[in-house]
């Protein structure tokens, strides 16, 4: 099936630095990818819409200028998480959707510690 | 508004028994229905959909769900439960639409008892 990658899987860094991670469909061209965030038992809640080759839409309350995307191609979103603070700290999770199916695939996430 | 309930926050039920995962929605458009679970540090793994046709819907893991329009419901069930079934279960609820983003429900967590 249908397979959505994320990299790094988990990533530590220092208060202040920026961290990208990158989203990849790998089988099937989206022009839509999502990105979650999922804090310790919780939901997924999410952060933003992005859109190849346009200016990615965000939900309320998610700060644009803190948590950049880019949609670069059909195959590859990036989040980057800029001058990272410890509340930061969560699990982001990207999905793509098939245009054809119109199902929704996951990536397996990514484990980001601001130390 | 557009969302997704599950009523139960933590669910305990003895390995072997019968499991029902309740989940209600509210959404403006055609629903189309899914269920997730989640074990601890890992990513989403999708056990079933509803798209369209038969409102009852198998799974892996020998789950299944119905789809009932009049309740806007869409709960999850299992026949016999195993140990290994003790995670998180997400019900999310999406449009048609490609460029649209699923709608979760704040999880139930299932423990499993010997």
């Known amino acids: 099936g249908a397979v959505v990658s994320q990299h790094p899987s988990w990533v530590i860094c220092k208060s202040g630095t920026s961290v990208k991670i990158e989203c990849r469909s790998l089988d099937f061209q989206a022009t839509t990818m999502f990105w979650y965030r999922q804090f310790p038992k919780q939901s997924l809640m999410l952060m933003a819409t992005s859109n190849e080759g346009s200016k990615a839409t965000y939900e309320q309350g998610v700060e644009k200028d803190k948590f950049l995307i880019n949609h670069a191609s059909l195959t590859l979103s990036t989040l980057t998480v800029t001058s990272a603070h410890p509340e930061d700290s969560s699990f982001y999770i990207c999905?793509?959707?098939?245009?054809?199916?119109?199902?929704?695939?996951f990536g397996p996430g990514t484990r980001l510690t601001v130390t | 508004a557009q969302s997704v309930t599950q009523p139960d926050i933590h669910i305990t039920v003895s390995e072997g028994a019968s499991l029902e995962l309740r989940c209600n929605y509210s959404y403006g458009a055609t629903p189309y229905l899914f269920w997730y679970v989640q074990s601890p540090g890992q990513g989403l793994q999708l056990l079933l959909k509803y798209f369209s046709g038969d409102t009852l819907v198998q799974g892996i893991k020998g789950f299944e769900a119905e789809f009932k329009r009049s309740q806007s419901s869409f709960n999850l069930r299992k026949p016999s439960v195993h140990w290994s079934d003790a995670a998180e279960y997400f019900c999310a609820v999406g449009a048609r639409q490609a460029g649209t983003a699923l709608i979760f429900g704040k999880g139930t967590t299932l423990s499993v008892s010997s």
């Open positions: 999905s793509a959707r098939d245009p054809l199916t119109y199902e929704q695939y």
